[in-house]
């Protein structure tokens, strides 16, 4: 079932510009996202002092266990950081522990996520032997005690396809605002934002570089942010996808490169000035 259009932008004249629609196994109901949106208000991440705040190389091992380990699902990639950050929030981890946390929350995701995760052995082995298996599964215990058992925590990765749907856009314009979201998943910057929020700006922005931000008015309609709230968000983003380095950032870049992500990766950001400009018309 096609997902309905506010009043105002119901003309079928709407959709005759989009090559696809974003393929997904199932059709969410309105009921359900709305209720992810209340749960995600619940689940927003604060910084915590004992998270790695220096952080490029802590926080981009988890691209690297995705996408050259394990070949495991974005999803998987979203909710173990989430699981870190969160647990970080309510525990000090000592520096060396970190490696340790970060596999056992992947493991915790990938149990979650993923219909033949990789079992403690392989996470072992990734680690380098380094820890051994009783403190890996002692580790897994306590991010699921500090947590109380509710790991399912609302994710980006999900608004982004909801949103994508909701304006029928094409599977190019979806990859490079995935591609802009992923890129918050190595900056601290970004553990604060809402997943919502965090996924509406990312879709903006990616709207805006293909040049179809006609959409606005329905993405504000569908996410409940006004265009306005994402403007500080969506500048940010613009900076990042600017200035960030495919030389520290090589997982995420060679990926997204690839044709089969239509290579967004080496879409040229939005000059500032144009931004700024598509922003007041919004």
Known sequence: MSVPLPP?????????????????????????????STKDEKYQAKISPSSPQGP?????????????????????????????????????????????????????????????????????????????????????????????????????????????RCVYASMKTLTLSRFICELTLLEYDYVQERASKLAAASFFLALCMDKLGHWAPILEYYSGYRISDLHALVRQLN????????????????KYSHEMFFEVAKTPPLDMLALEKILRCC
């Open 56 to 164: 490029l190389k802590k926080r981009s091992a988890f691209e690297d266990l995705t996408n050259m380990t394990f070949e495991m699902s974005h999803e998987t990639l979203y909710l173990a950081v989430k699981l870190v950050d969160h647990y970080l929030m309510k525990v000090i981890c000592k520096k060396d522990k970190l490696q340790l946390l970060g596999s056992t929350a992947f493991m915790i995701a990938a149990k979650f996520e993923e219909c033949c995760p990789p079992s403690v052995n392989d996470f072992l082995y990734i680690c380098n032997d380094i820890y051994k298996r009783d403190e890996m599964l002692a580790m897994e215990a306590s991010i699921l005690k500090i947590l109380k058992f509710d790991i399912n925590i609302p994710i980006a990765y999900h608004f982004l396809r909801r949103y994508a």
């Open 239 to 254: 900076i990042l996808l600017t200035f960030h380095s495919c030389n520290r950032l090589k997982t995420v870049c060679s």
């Open 8 to 36: 105002q932008h119901s003309k079928r004249e709407t959709r005759k510009s989009q090559s696809s629609i974003v393929p997904s196994d199932h059709e969410p109901s309105e009921k359900l996202f709305q209720n992810c």
